[in-house]
């Protein structure tokens, strides 16, 4: 959906394609991590998240509103059951729906 954006700071410098590098995490630790979603069309949307990896939550709920032309944070946790020596990803899938007024 070409009508958001995901960024990994709130300047909106970082811009990722829906993938998520949480690094090594080691079994039992827990980490969090927070990207950014913005809305650039003149009309809410309502999203759906969804998160695919091991032991990844999200923390706001998996609904959110974006106003237009405005960017909502969305903080997500890890906590493996594992520890790789690989960095640990998470993918977030994103629905969106718009809401016009």
């Known amino acids: ?3 958001l954006e995901i960024f990994l700071d709130a300047s909106k410098t970082q811009k990722v394609d829906k993938i998520i590098d949480f690094g090594i995490v080691p079994a039992g630790e827990v980490t969090q991590k927070e ?5 650039t069309i003149k009309y809410d949307i309502n999203v759906t998240l969804k998160l695919v990896g091991e032991g990844v939550a999200l923390n706001n ?14 903080s997500v946790t ?15 899938e994103i629905n969106g729906k718009y809401v016009v007024r």
């Open 35 to 39: 990207f950014f979603i913005h809305n």
């Open 1 to 3: 959906m070409t009508e």
């Open 78 to 92: 890890l906590s493996p059951t594992l520890t790789t020596m690989q960095p640990i990803k998470a993918k977030v």
């Open 61 to 74: 709920g998996s609904s959110i509103t974006i106003t237009p032309r405005t960017t909502k944070a969305v």
